[in-house]
Structure formats: C-alpha cells, structure tokens
C-alpha cells in the first residue's frame, strides 16, 4: 500500500459545457464522448512516433470524466493533460504507455513526452494491471495517479531516464534497466531495481538500501526543502478555462494533492493569458507581456528575432505541447528581470544557426535581490543544439536571479540527428549559474564542448546530476582545460565558499581513441563544499575518467567494466 492513502475523485466534477478558448488545432480537446476518441488518439501517435526531429507538436487535453477502454500511446512532442483540479477527476480505465523509439526495445532515444494531472489504471496495460513508460531523458511525469504498477522500460531493453514529480502510484514501480533516475514528492506501494544513480527527495517510502551499496545505489533525502509545484491548466467550477498557480512548499513530503480538494495555492483565469500561437512574433509577445499579462504557448514552433522579456512580478509562462522558440538571429531566446516569483514552465529552447550567446538568461547579470520568500522557479525546460539543423550556442541556461529553483531541465548538445559535428553545433557549457542560493531537481546536462555546468553563486544546492561529456572531441590536445586533461563536467569555481549536490553521475562515450577526462567534477577543498555520492562510468570502448572528484576515486573501465564511486566529499 501507498505510505499515505488514496483520496477518492471529487464527487462533484465540473461542468465541461462551456466554450474553451481557442488554443488552436495542434490542441486536441477531448472527453469520453468525442466520437472516434481511439482513432483520434492512434493518429496523433502515428504521426508522432517517428518524428524524431520534426516540426510537429501536439497537447491532449482530457476533460473530466472516465475514460473506459482508452489506449493513450504517447509519442514525441505529445503532451496528455488533464482538465481536472484534481488528478482523479480525470480517469483513464484502459493503458497510458511509451514504447521503445530504436530496434531491440531500446527505449534511449525516447525523449520529449509527457503526462501530467490524471489518474490511469492499466487494465490494458502489459499485464498485472502495469503500465509500460519507456522513457529516457526531457519525459515530465507529473501529477499523477498510477491506480496499478508502473514499469519503466521495454522488454528488458535499455533506457536512460527520468523523472517523477507529484506521483502516486498504488503499487510497486519497476525501474529495470533505468540508468538513473530521480523521484520528488512521490509515493508508491513498493520500488524495485537501480542501477548507477537513483535519487529520492521527498519521498515517504524510497526503497531500503543505500548507495554505493551495488544494486542498491539509491540516495534519499527525506524532505524536498523548497518547491512551487508546476502550474497546471483545468476547468473551474463554472465550467471555464484557468491556471492554478501552486503555493510554494517547504521541508515537504509526499504528494501535493493527497486531500482531495483544492491544491494550496491562486488561480489565474485564463482571460489573463495571452494564448501565444505559431507565427506570433517577439514584438506581439513581448507587448502583451508588458500589458501584464500572462502567457500561454501553445504547440508549435516559434521564431524569434528578439528575446521575449517577461520583467513583471509573479507572471506565468506556461506552456502546452512541448512549443519550442527557435533563435533566428543570434538572440537571446528569452530574459528576464531581477523581480520576485516568475514561473516559466514547459517550454523548448531550440539554438538557431547564427550564434547566440545565451538562450534563455534568468535575472541580468548583476542581479542582487533577494527573493527567498517568492522565488523564481522553471519547470521542465529543455535546450537543444543540433539535431533538427545546425544551432549553435555559447551557453545554454544562465541563471543569474538568486533563489531561483529549477525543477527538471535538459540542455542537450544533440549527438545524433541533423547539423551534429564538433564544427556544426558548437556549444561551450550547458549552464551558468551565478546566483546565489539557487536550488535544481534533476539537472540533466550533455554533450557540450567545455564545462557542462559552471557554478560561480555561493549556496548552491542540487539534487541529482545526470552527464554525459561530449563524445566528439578531435583529440586529447584539442581538449585540454587550464586544470589538465579534458574539462571537468561539473565545475565549481574556486571561489565558491558553499555548495551541496547529491546524487551525480558522469559518463563517457569517447568516439575517438586515446581522449582521457581528468576529473568528473571539480570542487574547491572545503568543508562547506560537500558532494554525496558520485559515480563516473565509461559506456564506450576506449578512453575514460580518471577521477571522480578532483583527485579522487578511481579510473573507470571501458565498457561500464568498473564504476568507480565516491560516497562523500570531502
């Protein structure tokens, strides 16, 4: 059983008869009586399984009610959202799943999907009332109610995810050949498997174990300090359409919505937004913005030739079905100012062609407020360079606003996929962060040619790392930083005074012979700078890390041979 009981549905769901807004046809607004409901779904996910690279994005959203034998198969940039103020108003009787992207069941390239705020039981699921959510990396899972088990990979295959946020899942989750993977503010009946990295932060019922013990390599941290769950869309009792903005947490445990009324917090109607849509231009965004609006994207993709400015307190930008703006000029894609409580959630960041220095920059440089009390805080936000074409960045994120949290982020310099070279998408470091007490929930960072994360602010926190170093460097000597062979992935400066990280993994796959990486991760010696278990694996077939943590722990072995781990440092 679940460490804390599940509530029943409201009894009284609200009204679905009004008009909703016009979010445009790449949303697809749903409820158990839109004729042909299966064979809308199977074509979004027909079209959508293949489209590894392409332009087209989807939303579904669920109105409340029941849904009896629905098959719902998400496919990349697909979305499924339910309407509900609660998740179990909306009820999916039948099977949510992903399947495997590539041959064998390998489930590694399965990126950009997600289901957030409703409940499924998986009476058509793989068997024994189990859902299959093979996943890897950028898959938000969120809100939601597993009225069953939860198995995370294909068939044995292998996967390399992941992220739960707000879930219960009434029995037992199966994370079988997952990587790594981190859970926040979650429950479930029972949890089996690990393998290099598994983290738990505010998790009542983390499985018994404890890293670097082997197969039970799992770090827990009892209490989620600080977090404002991530705004979700739903219908208000009076049948229209709004935002419910979440209170911000402290020390919490456990999901949100275990009292099954109203989660803790404001609703913004949605006659507050500005519904963005595909062929918006920067300057319309930015005037609406400034009217004091908030903003809503819908799937699609945007091309920006300015940076959207979001400059006023407590705006929330929201958005829908993976919309992804697209740098056209060398732009910053989005800044913002050095004000209290902004929430940016749900949006894809795609490099252009012509360089951009920053993507999306957090605060200004400089930024000196404190907003402890109203913090700023980004939900799944996810950074491309390459891939769909040739995009080149300097830095992907930079978070300069103190307090900000960030809660799931992938910034990813593509390794596969269209415009992909050590020439052809250029990208020194994925993040920078330069405020101060800044806080992240799985901070997944690739591929980029230098230090994937820079940390210069005082009182950083992070819980769970998940890197793979660039593979593409040309040679040993072409790749060397001022501190030796390679460029540590996680970096932080010298004059750092505090950090704290739990829960870090760092990966080679090397494709020229003979590239060694020094350090893993770098740190100034000092007993306010503290990291807690570390492991560095070598996936491929020659090359490696030397060390984990500045000048400890051991080389890895080729192929995954020998995984070397430091438990506590210093």
Known sequence: MADQPTTPPPTNPPPTTGTPPDFGSSVHIVSPTTPNLQGVIDGIYNAQQPNHFG???DAILLTPGTYNNLRIPVGFYTQVLGLGSHPDQV??????RSNAFLGGDNATQNFWR???NFSVTPSLGIGNNTMQWAVSQAIPFRRMHV?????????GGWSSGGWFSDVLVDGQVNSASQQQWISRNSQWGSWTGSNWNMVFVGVPNAP???????????TKIAQTPVIREKPFLFIDTDGSYAVRVPALRQNSSGISWNNGGATPGRTVPIGQFYIAKPGDTAAAINTQLAAGRHLLFTPGTYVLTQ???VNNPDTVVLGIGFPTLRSDNGQPLMQTADVDGLTISGLFFDAGATESGVLLEVGPNGAAANH???PTVLHDLFFRIGGAAAGKVRIALSVNANNTIVDHTWLWRADHGAGVGWTQNPSENGLWVNGNDVTMYGLFVEHFQKHQVVWNGNGGRVYFYQSEIPYDPQSQAGWNSPTGRGWASYKVADNVTSHEAWGLGVYSVFTNGGILLDRAIEAPVNGNVRFHN??????????????????????????????PTVTNFP
């Open 55 to 57: 332009p087209r994005r």
């Open 91 to 96: 009820h999916v009787n039948g099977d949510l």
């Open 114 to 116: 997600g289901a957030e």
């Open 147 to 155: 009225r069953g088990n939860i198995k995370l990979n294909q068939n």
């Open 208 to 218: 018994a174990g404890s890293f670097p013990t082997a197969g039970q390599r799992y």
């Open 307 to 309: 940076p959207l400015r």
């Open 372 to 374: 402890a009390a109203n």
């Open 534 to 563: 570390m492991i560095s694996v070598c996936l491929g077939n020659n090359g490696g890390i030397v060390h984990v943590i500045n000048n400890t722990g051991a080389q890895t072995g080729c192929n995954a041979s020998f995984t």
